[in-house]
């Protein structure tokens, strides 16, 4: 079955940097555009970014642009948020999660990994 493992959340101090990773298995990784979302307590859900089946085509939400880089590795099946600049409204559960070519809806979630960012 298809697996999303993330990993490479923790404690930061404002100001600094993480890299999230998400590894995938059980499906063809190439074949699908991959995204990052985000979870706050007490809020919704958030899209952070995305990445096309190649990775020549990115798109980021307004609050991380400049700051968070998507990037993947069809080889490694795998796909990463490099976070800069890290402030205290960036803390949350950070999910990877894929999508069918062509469909706007993610349908494979992995578990999330948690990120703290201590001002």
């Known amino acids: 079955q298809v697996q999303l493992v993330e990993s490479g959340g923790g404690l930061v101090q404002a100001g600094g940097s993480l890299r999230l990773s998400c590894a995938a298995s059980?499906?063809?990784?190439?074949?699908?555009?991959m995204g990052w979302f985000r979870q706050a307590p007490g809020k919704e859900r958030e899209f952070v970014a995305g990445?096309?089946?190649?990775?020549?085509?990115?798109q980021y939400a307004e609050f991380v642009k400049g700051r968070f880089t998507i990037s993947r590795d069809n080889v490694r099946r795998t796909v990463y948020l490099q976070m800069n600049s890290l402030n205290a409204e960036d803390t949350a559960v950070y999910y990877c999660?894929?999508?069918?070519?062509?469909?706007?809806?993610?349908?494979?979630w992995g578990q999330g990994t948690q990120v703290t960012v201590s001002s």
């Open positions: 999660a894929g999508r069918q070519f062509g469909s706007s809806d993610y349908v494979y």
């Open positions: 990445i096309s089946r190649r990775g020549s085509s990115t």
């Open positions: 059980g499906l063809i990784f190439s074949d699908y555009p």
